[in-house]
């Protein structure tokens, strides 16, 4: 069949088009860095899901806007130093005071300047000789809309005017250098949940351990009750410290920012099946029981090596087994329900198993050996429900929050 005759409409150039790419780049970076960093502090539950999700949908975006980059720039990807025009945007995003200032600045201003600009490209681009730019934008700009009508959050009047994909950028300056928030006391909950020093004092220690012999599968109502709501608490802490790995590790690759997005993403998705599990089959909702954050607080301490080898390659390593336990007996009670939750969540565990594996080699200097002996060293130091032994010595109640 003949092609149908079409207009050649010739839209931008190659270097106008790079340009438009880079300053798609900076904001996106720039909101997988800092969203990874505020995640912990934004207190509803709601909000934190949404945004864990968003996250891993922008970085997602970065790789393939990098590689857009690639094509139009080969054989660099570099894209370049923004401009006064667009940092003026990023300042004002890195100057928050809090999350909800945060929120309102990148769902308010930065996201859609964002889709602005991307919707303008897609107006004027020249479809056949920039057709994969045509299908890219398709796609981000679909999920940017998402975004803003998930998250619903009003602009707080910084009013970021025009056309951003048009803004000067430097490709001689050296790359822009991201900024930290202060490390993490805790993380923040819904108002209606009690945190407490220590947790649930209902979560007996039996449920973690990994001993046949020991491990208590909870199977009563009530026991499920606590078991779940602690299990949804232990989710969003996961999703954080990952969040957190990828904000305060600014030096380590782009694929591993992509890997803590990922994760932080299944932990959210994780927290949310709870969420939904609990008034549907089994009675209760968050925030029925206190939580308690320290076993967060024994593994955030450490650096990053330390922080892969305790979660990724220990706490869910281990809940492997316990999971996969947990199925087993439910199944066999007739729970199906509660016993496919099991399985999903066993499902996704491997890839976290491995990103620990990935990168915690990758800090030893690509000795897989050394990485292991550094996971036996810190094991050495917990109990056989993966709390650490000393020093405090953790009261039976704080041990019982991990998965
Ligand atoms: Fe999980
Ligand atoms: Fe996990």
Request: charged share 30%; aromatic share 8%; net charge negative.
């Amino acid at each position: 069949m003949a092609p149908r005759s079409e207009l050649l409409h010739l839209g931008y150039d190659v270097d106008e088009n790079a340009v438009r790419f880079s300053n798609y780049f900076h904001v996106l970076r720039e909101l997988v860095h800092l969203s990874s960093g505020w995640l912990a502090l934004v207190p509803e539950f709601e909000a934190k899901y949404r945004l864990g999700d968003h996250i891993h949908d922008d970085a997602r975006a970065v790789s393939r806007v990098r590689r857009r980059l690639y094509e139009l720039r080969h054989p660099s990807d570099y894209p370049g130093s923004p401009g006064g025009g667009l940092t003026g945007l990023l300042d004002l995003m890195n100057e928050a005071g809090s999350p909800s200032t945060y929120l309102a600045i990148a769902y308010g201003e930065a996201k859609p300047a964002l889709l602005r600009a991307m919707r303008t490209q897609l107006e004027r681009l020249d479809p056949v000789s920039d057709e994969p730019s045509l299908r890219l934008l398709k796609k981000l700009v679909e999920r940017q809309e998402r975004h803003l009508v998930e998250m619903s959050v009003v602009g707080g009047g910084w009013s970021v005017e025009g056309d951003i994909g048009t803004l000067p950028i430097d490709l001689k300056a050296e790359p822009r250098k991201l900024c930290l928030l202060t490390p993490l006391d805790e993380p923040a909950r819904d108002e209606f949940v009690e945190v407490t020093a220590d947790g649930d004092p209902y979560l007996a220690r039996e449920l973690y351990v990994n001993d046949p012999d020991l491990n208590h599968v909870p199977v009563e109502p009530e026991e499920q009750r606590h078991f779940f709501h602690g299990l949804m608490d232990a989710e969003l802490c996961a999703a954080e410290l990952m969040a957190r790995n990828s904000h305060e590790h600014r030096e380590m690759p782009w694929d591993f920012h992509v890997d803590m997005a990922r994760q932080t993403w299944d932990e959210v998705r994780h927290a949310r099946l709870h969420h939904l599990l609990m008034p549907e089959a089994l009675g209760c909702r968050w925030g029925d029981y206190p939580v308690g954050f320290s076993y967060f607080k024994s593994v955030y301490k450490h650096d990053l090596l330390g922080r892969l080898a305790l979660f990724n390659s220990t706490s869910e390593q281990k809940a492997m087994w316990r999971h996969s336990r947990r199925r087993k007996v439910l199944v066999e009670r007739g729970q199906q329900k509660v016993a496919q939750v099991f399985d999903y969540l066993l499902a996704d565990e491997v890839p976290h198993v491995h990103n620990g594996a990935r990168w915690g080699a990758y800090l030893c200097g690509g000795d897989d050996a050394a990485y292991r002996a550094k996971v036996r060293e810190l094991r050495s130091g917990l109990d056989e429900t993966g709390a650490p032994v000393s020093p405090p010595p953790a009261s039976p109640a704080t041990r019982a929050r991990t998965r």
